[in-house]
């Protein structure tokens, strides 16, 4: 593979048709590998790793040992995806796969007819899209012109973000935390580059919406939700706010994984949402 190709090939770890919430009409979504942030409430954690990776449901498997016979790395899985193969139980399957920009771009054009009828197009979300920043530009130049979205968390070099948001005609702009220490501390990462990119973006007058996980006692006090209205506030090309309460099912994926989801928050919380702050400034938003 020449450097080119590997430019325009990416991973990716779902295409999700027929979505009404990723943007305007009906879209297809695709979901990129690989993300720089740890949020502690992430509910996409097969996104978090670039790499493909084998997922087992261990709570259905019969122990047959059949996955045990055919494997040749026992010590250290290679992800050669010969086990979920043999498997009876269907208990194993491969998360990711490998693709050019040309091959996806021509299996997400199939729905184009429904784009056009429906006033849709493709959603890029993760994981984190701008983690791939070489195979979004090349997706997106081929995909034009289908109504492009774009979903990132804004974790990026300002040149970085700023290619994708010009590769695209809509971003949805996540915010995690409008405190430093605070941002740090749940999401893993630096709350700064995320600012200036949400300021060159409100500066850029391109049409955005903003999306904020509410999660219990970690962004949901009144003073927490002024903090990010303020951010929000004065001329820009934000259509509203959308605030996505946290649910109890975001820990289900983690033992495919062989992970343990242990957030640093009481899940069971009730969460206290306040739409007041962005309305007194004048700023649309709803709960989603
Ligand atoms: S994916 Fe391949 S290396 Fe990994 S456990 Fe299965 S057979 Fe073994
Ligand atoms: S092949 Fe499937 S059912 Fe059998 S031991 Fe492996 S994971 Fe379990």
Redesign the pocket.
């Known amino acids: 593979m020449n450097k080119q190709q590997l430019k325009s090939t990416g991973i990716i770890f779902e295409v999700r048709e027929f979505c009404l919430h990723d943007g305007p009409g009906m879209r297809t979504t695709v979901f990129f590998k690989g993300c720089p942030m740890r949020c502690a409430w992430c509910h996409n954690p097969e996104g978090l790793s670039a790499n493909i990776q ?1 997922l087992v449901n261990q709570s259905i498997c019969q122990h047959c040992g059949a ?1 045990r016979e ?5 010590q ?9 193969t043999v498997c009876p139980q269907g208990c ?1 399957r ?1 998360c990711g796969r490998s693709i050019s920009a040309e091959d996806l771009a021509a299996e997400l054009r199939k729905n184009e007819p429904f784009f056009k009828k429906y006033d849709g197009g493709i959603t890029f979300s993760g994981g984190e899209p701008l983690a791939q920043i070489d195979f979004l530009e090349a997706l997106a130049g081929l995909l034009h012109p289908i109504h492009l979205t774009l979903e990132t968390s804004g974790y990026a070099s300002s040149d970085v973000y700023q290619r994708a948001v010009q590769s695209v005609d809509f971003v949805f702009q996540d915010l995690k935390h409008p405190d430093p220490v605070q941002h740090r501390r749940y999401t893993g990462v630096e709350l700064e580059p995320v600012l200036a990119n949400l300021n060159w973006l409100k500066a850029s007058g391109r049409p955005f919406t903003v999306r904020i996980p509410i999660i219990p006692g970690v962004n949901d006090t009144p003073e927490t939700l002024d903090r990010f209205a303020e951010l929000l506030e004065g001329r820009s090309g934000l259509t509203r706010v959308e605030l996505l309460p946290y649910h109890q099912t975001a820990g289900a994926k983690y033992a495919l994984l062989g992970l343990k989801y242990e957030p640093p928050f009481d899940p069971a919380r009730p969460l206290a949402i306040n739409l007041v702050p962005f309305e007194e400034r004048g700023i649309p938003c709803r709960i989603n």
């Open positions: 084998l996955c055919v494997c040749q790395n026992p250290q899985c290679v992800v050669c995806g010969t086990c979920v194993r491969l």
